[in-house]
């Protein structure tokens, strides 16, 4: 069952995801606007959600929806309204990650959680301490964005000054978008700056729940793919992307099919990723909030 023959043919047009991006710049601007004037805490809350759901439709966008044509589509979600993640080098990274040999590999895979056993023993005692609370829901909820951040930017600084110009032009085109959203919230928006940054800072801490465990640590690759039968909020945010093993394979797939398709072939998929699986979000945080679903040195890796 390939992702082509899952796709929508004939369909040049997604009216979903664009009626939810429509929607979703609706409920930034209104929080933004009207609700952070009438009630502060509301209108965060409304920034956050828009935001985080962003987010879910970049990702729609990078793997080729809701439209035939790749400029339209990245026009549509160019306000970086999470304000921290490039879209360009959110579409590099996370295109070169989709290649399933390389998942959790704490060199080639970019969004890996995972180092190596020899570079963790060289960090110091407090680095350590700062990865393990990282390690755990609660860490990944307080300082997971921060901490993400950092090392992503420092990776990408390096590559600039070897002379990778597609990083460059990444952070390039991420000025312009920044400025949109800077130059609203300026001026036209009714929220404080420490209550929009609060905002978009929480949206990042949403988004890191939805990458806690999508991946683990295992020896063959296809199983080490996450099933989170979640079909509440965090699922919608996540634009589905919990069933992630769907995701993975058929990733031209769109955000409203996967639950038709994993639900009608749901004991395929289990036995695709060995299993790998928990029934909701809520299950997650009863088991993680406080304790570390895996140690930080990759158990299956060590650079000979």
């Known amino acids: 069952m390939s992702s082509r023959t899952q796709g929508v043919p004939g369909k040049s047009i997604e009216w979903p995801t664009l009626a939810l991006l429509a929607g979703c ?128 930017m420092a990776s990408d600084w390096r590559a600039i000054r070897a002379g990778d110009r597609a990083v460059l032009r990444g952070w390039l085109w991420h000025i312009p978008a920044v400025g949109l959203v800077i130059w609203w919230v300026t001026a036209l928006g009714q929220m404080p700056v420490w209550a929009f940054l609060l905002a978009s800072y929480a949206a990042l801490s949403i988004l890191k729940i939805r990458t806690f465990l999508e991946h683990q640590a295992h020896l063959r690759a296809r199983g080490r793919t996450v099933i989170i039968e979640d079909r509440g909020l965090l699922a919608f945010l996540f634009l589905n992307n919990n069933l992630h093993v769907v995701h993975h394979m058929h990733p031209k797939l769109p955000w409203y099919r996967l639950p038709a398709l994993y639900f009608a072939n749901r004991d395929r998929y289990l036995a695709r990723n060995d299993g790998y699986m928990f029934p909701s979000y809520a299950a997650i945080f009863r088991r993680y909030l406080f304790k570390a679903k895996d140690p930080v040195p990759h158990p299956l890796w060590r650079r000979p």
């Open 25 to 152: 710049y609706g409920v930034w601007a209104i929080g933004m606007t009207w609700a952070a004037g009438w009630f502060l805490p509301l209108g965060m809350v409304m920034v956050t959600l828009a935001a985080a759901l962003h987010s879910s439709l970049c990702h729609e966008v990078l793997h080729g929806h809701p439209t035939r044509a790749r400029r339209l589509n990245e026009a549509l979600v160019f306000p970086a309204l999470t304000l921290f993640i490039p879209y360009l080098r959110f579409r590099d990274t996370h295109l070169a990650h989709h290649q399933d040999a390389i998942l959790t590999d704490p060199y080639d895979d970019p969004e890996s959680n995972y180092l190596d056993a020899s570079d963790w023993e060289r960090l110091s005692p407090w680095m350590q301490a700062v990865l393990n609370l990282n390690n755990r829901l609660i860490g990944r909820l307080l300082i997971g964005p921060l901490v993400g951040q950092v090392a992503f």
